[in-house]
């Protein structure tokens, strides 16, 4: 087992509908099938790690409600520790309303973080030792932003290296971006945050520029079908992604950024960790569904495996 990492991020109940097609706005359509399942940014990177053999530990909020235990069920099944499950007795549990396409396996998503949004200055101090043991902290922006910054304020301090996936996409100040080791958005999360259009290896070397100015050591930009583009200032690669039939996208940029701190945390180098994320990120969306879809490490072994054969 690697150091210890922490996830401090959301959990939200995800309830998914599948259709043939996504609905255009003003439309109403007939979905086929439903679930609700335990999801959120934060949560499923978290239960990606832990399945990866990771030692992690989430640091999440849920209200005092019967949509909080859908997040207490899952994390006992698994066997996660539930210490850090922090509880607001005056906001709801956030959920996620999430549509996917049968056809293309994509989706469309409106999260209401509820609790998460409302993290108490109290509820970080109660984490303080926990951040500041931890090797890495894995964080991402379904939580409040005053909560967060001083999260990552607390983490610089104790020299944690600090690993944000900017998701759902929000400008990041340049003071908080000088703190970060490692940044991992998606093409247009990266677009958002450098106002440069990723379509490319020269378009990503721009954006991941942007990044690397402000003090960012490394850049991963995950780019879809074209693989991930990453950085550490010296050497940069487009690391072509692994095709699978794909069910469900959902979730896939959670489970390659709970592979690739699984991988950091283990000692491996930056390229080395965006090959495991991405064998993470690949069979996680030939399931259905997010946290549940995560696979464990003896499938993302198996599939490592048969790559370099
Ligand atoms: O990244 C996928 C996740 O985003 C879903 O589980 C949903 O909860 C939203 O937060």
Redo the contacts with the bound molecule.
């Keep these: 087992m690697g150091k210890p990492i922490v996830v401090f991020g ?1 959990f ?3 309830l998914t509908g599948w259709t043939e097609d996504l609905p255009q706005p003003g439309q109403t359509i007939l979905g086929k099938n439903f679930k609700m399942g335990a ?3 934060g ?2 990177q978290a239960v990606a790690a832990y399945r990866a053999g990771a030692d992690v530990t989430l640091v999440t909020k849920l209200g005092c409600d019967m949509l909080a235990d859908v997040g207490m069920h899952f994390y006992e099944q698994e066997g996660m520790n539930t210490e850090f499950i922090l509880r607001d007795k005056k906001f709801e549990t ?3 309303l ?1 549509i996917v396409s049968q056809k293309s396996a994509q989706n469309e ?1 409106a ?1 209401i973080p509820g609790a998460c949004g409302h993290i108490t200055v109290e509820d970080v101090e109660s984490c303080r030792k926990l951040i500041e043991t931890a090797s890495i902290i894995l964080l991402q922006h ?1 939580i409040n932003l005053d909560a967060q910054r001083m999260i990552i304020d607390i983490a610089h301090r104790a020299g944690v290296r600090i690993v944000l996936n900017p ?2 996409a929000v400008k990041v100040p340049d003071d908080i971006l000088s703190k970060i080791d490692t940044v991992t958005p998606n093409e247009t999360e990266a677009q958002t945050l450098t106002g440069i259009e990723v379509i490319s290896y020269e378009t990503a070397e721009k954006a991941a520029g942007f990044f690397l100015n402000k003090g960012v050591k490394n850049v991963v930009i995950t780019m879809g079908k074209m693989g991930v583009f990453a950085t550490d200032g010296r050497k940069s690669e487009l690391l072509p992604g692994i095709e699978v039939e794909a069910v469900d996208t ?5 489970a390659f950024n709970g592979g690739l701190v699984t991988a950091f945390s283990e000692g491996k180098s930056l390229f080395e960790a965006i090959r495991f994320g991405n064998a993470v990120g690949a069979l996680a969306v030939t399931k259905a569904g ?2 549940p879809a995560m696979p464990y490490r003896s499938e993302i072994e198996k599939m490592i495996g048969e790559i370099l054969k």
């Design positions: 959301s939200v109940v995800d999801g959120g940014k949560s499923n956030g959920v996620a999430i998503i999260v379904e998701a759902p959902t979730g896939a940029g959670d997010t946290a």
